[in-house]
């Protein structure tokens, strides 16, 4: 591992990135687009790089297949309003959009003509959209959501000020029913709206839609009082292809998915797609005239190159690639879990899952150089199809070297991690003979 500060980003070596107003004269204007250029050639440098060591976070880099649509980055393509209806703005890739939301449609289980989406600028405005349709569907509903959920249902809980009811976890990340019943009783005289984990952000846990449904029908909840919100962020491609099959559908009772496209499918630029049931657009569309088409979604003007890279994307791969892609994927991490087990290292693995939580090391620097996301004791790697088999090993030799130098001397003892990640994957010197 180079020695390096990564925390700050990239530095150009050249100038500060400071914007200078360029002057008439044309030797002077050339100069400046040769100190641009060279400034973009190190930022392109410095992007390969990072790129090598980026584990700690959903994004899949293998976005090489992308620059066949270079050209289209000479348009702009605004994807403005509503993609079921074209505006008057000439410029947009809807067709596109709507191409990949009928794809999703079919792969999430719902019939064409019964579901609304669009594509959005990634998880967080799905997961914004799809509880502003609970919100609006049961205005006096309480937010029921775990405390590993993303932090965008909490942002969007204060956004729409909706009571929000954090219900705890199990060890695996999956949400808690038995409390989420104690709280759906406490509250049952309101609505529930549901924001259901379909992989949480750190340890991948997949809150179980079966159970909670089985909660709010003993708890007297009629499917008209609650509304569920699927927040599938990492896992809604994924789950599709699993052994064990979907661990959710349209055909289940509930009302939205979110995903994000630039996670496990890949994309240059952030995007996801949210899916809802169109029933529940009735009264949320407004016709604005002067763009000739209906506001439906939380963005007015929208993205119009993502639509077509993940068309792009979809069109390439397929569901034959990305089965391929989502298997290669689960067998990496247990491949990382068993490697960190015969170092002897705290790690857990939940079934079915591409994230690998392990003890948090205690080099700030080795965190940055392998882009790791942490939480407390804890850390985790997100294996994405663009980690290969060299990069685990490469990680696993230097964090083996790295925590000689930590706890070589034995005066620092490896944490705990028992009541984290429990103690049967915990490796410290009280369980780490289970």
């Known amino acids: 591992m180079a020695s390096k500060n990564y925390y700050y980003g990239f530095q150009s070596k050249t100038k500060d990135l400071a914007l200078v107003e360029p002057h008439d004269e044309e030797c002077v204007v050339d100069r400046q687009r040769c100190l641009v250029t060279n400034i973009m050639s190190e930022f392109q440098e410095y992007l390969n790089e990072r790129s090598n060591h980026l584990l700690g976070y959903p994004s899949n880099l ?17 994807n403005v309003g509503d993609p079921f209806k ?20 079919q792969l999430w289980e719902i019939e064409k003509d019964e579901y609304w989406g669009y594509v959005t600028n990634g998880g967080t405005e799905g997961n914004l959209h799809g509880m502003l349709i609970g919100r609006n569907l049961l205005p006096d509903g309480i937010l029921y959501t775990s405390n590993e959920s993303h932090y965008s249902i909490f942002k969007g809980s204060r956004i729409y000020r909706i009571e929000c009811q954090i219900i705890g976890t199990l060890i695996t990340g999956e949400i808690d029913c038995t409390d989420l019943k104690e709280k759906l009783l406490f509250n049952k005289d309101k609505p529930a709206i549901i924001n259901l984990n379909i992989g949480t952000t750190f340890k991948g846990g997949v ?14 909840f009629s499917h008209d009082r609650f509304y569920i919100h699927c927040d599938a962020a990492s896992y809604g491609l994924v789950s599709p292809f699993l052994e064990n099959g979907p661990l959710f559908s349209f055909k289940k009772p509930i009302g939205s998915v979110s995903v994000s496209a630039h996670k496990l499918l890949g994309s240059s630029m952030p995007c996801g797609v949210l899916i809802s049931r169109k029933i529940h657009m009735t009264d949320f569309s407004t016709n604005i005239e002067y763009i000739a088409t209906l506001d439906t979604t939380i963005s007015g003007s929208r993205n119009g190159h993502t639509p077509i890279f993940i068309w792009y994307g979809l069109n390439l791969k397929g569901r034959t690639g990305l089965q391929k892609e989502v298997n290669n994927c689960l067998t990496n991490a247990k491949y990382l879990r068993d490697g960190l087990n015969k170092a002897g290292i705290s790690a857990m693995l939940n079934e079915s899952s591409i994230v690998v939580v ?19 004791k804890m850390a985790h790697v997100v294996l994405m199809p663009h980690v290969t088999m060299k990069m685990l090993d490469d990680f696993l030799s230097d964090l083996v070297r790295k925590r000689e130098i930590w706890y070589g001397s034995r005066e620092v003892q490896p944490v705990c991690l028992a009541e984290e990640i429990g103690a049967s994957n915990c490796a410290c010197s009280i369980h780490g003979n289970h």
């Open 62 to 78: 293998n976005c090489n297949h992308l620059m066949d649509l270079s050209p289209l980055l000479s348009f702009l393509m605004n």
């Open 207 to 220: 809150d179980n839609l079966d159970l909670v449904i089985k909660a709010l029908e003993e708890c007297g």
């Open 86 to 105: 074209e505006s008057n703005f000439g410029l947009h890739s809807k067709k596109f959009e709507v191409a990949v939301l009928d794809w999703f449609a």
């Open 358 to 376: 392990f003890e948090r090391p205690l080099d700030r620097e080795f965190i940055d150089y392998w882009q790791l996301s942490f939480l407390g």
